[in-house]
């Protein structure tokens, strides 16, 4: 009986390891994602565009990218900061669309960075046991992995309209996506 409750709690321990080990590596990929891939296109498509345009909307039916920016801001307040870190959700989503600016570029090239430092700073501080916990957000009811993968996924969806509006307006590639050369060598092939 004692060696196979001591089999048993070995293999408990390694689950646990490995559960472990892919919760680090899913935060650390979502924390990448943020700050190493959204951001600085989304920074360089506001970079790119005059006030004007960054509220300029095609029509009633479409948002500006000023318009984008607000939403991906208020969805990572309400679903990481607030959702996943505690903070109180203090989020107004129908201001994020009803918005006509113009804020200035300067201000949400702000607000969206201190935004992504929030949310990577929650990322950063929850626990492998918190991405299977249960949490109420935005009355769904959902794991923590569930919402953070929500956030990546909709961010991923919402800079590529920013992306696309800005070619729209500049008329010319903007250069995010390099894929490697055949002769790159295999430590310089990472997403």
Same mark, same amino acid.
């Given at each position: =009986?004692?060696?196979?409750? #001591? ?6 321990? /390694?689950?646990? !390891?490995?559960?472990? &080990? @892919?919760?680090? %590596? ?10 190493? &891939? *959204? ?9 790119? @565009? ?12 479409s948002n500006? $990218?000023?318009?984008?920016? @607000? ?23 129908? #201001?994020? *669309? ?11 090239r702000e ?24 949490? &109420?957000?935005?009355? *769904? ?6 919402? %953070? ?5 909709? =961010? ?5 309209? $920013? $992306?696309? !509006?800005? /070619?729209?307006?500049? %008329? /010319?590639? @903007?250069? *995010? ?5 055949? %002769?790159? /060598? ?6």
């Amino acid at each position: =009986m004692a060696v196979k409750a #001591k089999r048993k709690r070995g293999r408990t321990r /390694k689950a646990n !390891a490995s559960e472990a &080990r @892919l919760a680090e %590596a899913c935060l650390s990929q979502w924390r990448s994602r943020l700050e190493e &891939r *959204f951001l600085p296109r989304i920074v360089d498509c506001l970079g790119q @565009l005059s006030d004007e345009e960054i509220w300029w909307r095609p029509n009633e039916a479409s948002n500006s $990218i000023g318009n984008l920016v @607000l939403h991906v801001c208020g969805n990572m307040r309400q679903w990481i900061i607030s959702g996943l870190g505690g903070a109180a959700d203090i989020r107004e989503r129908d #201001k994020e *669309f009803s918005e006509r600016g113009p804020i200035a570029r300067g201000e949400l090239r702000e607000e969206l960075q201190q935004t992504i430092r929030q949310s990577c700073g929650a990322l950063a501080r929850l626990k492998p046991s918190d991405l299977t916990r249960r949490y &109420r957000i935005q009355q *769904f009811d959902v794991t923590g992995y569930e919402a %953070a993968a929500q956030v990546i996924e909709h =961010m991923a969806y919402h800079t590529g309209q $920013i $992306i696309y !509006a800005t /070619k729209l307006k500049r %008329a /010319k590639d @903007l250069g *995010f996506t390099r894929l490697p050369s055949a %002769a790159s /060598k295999a430590s310089e092939r990472t997403l």
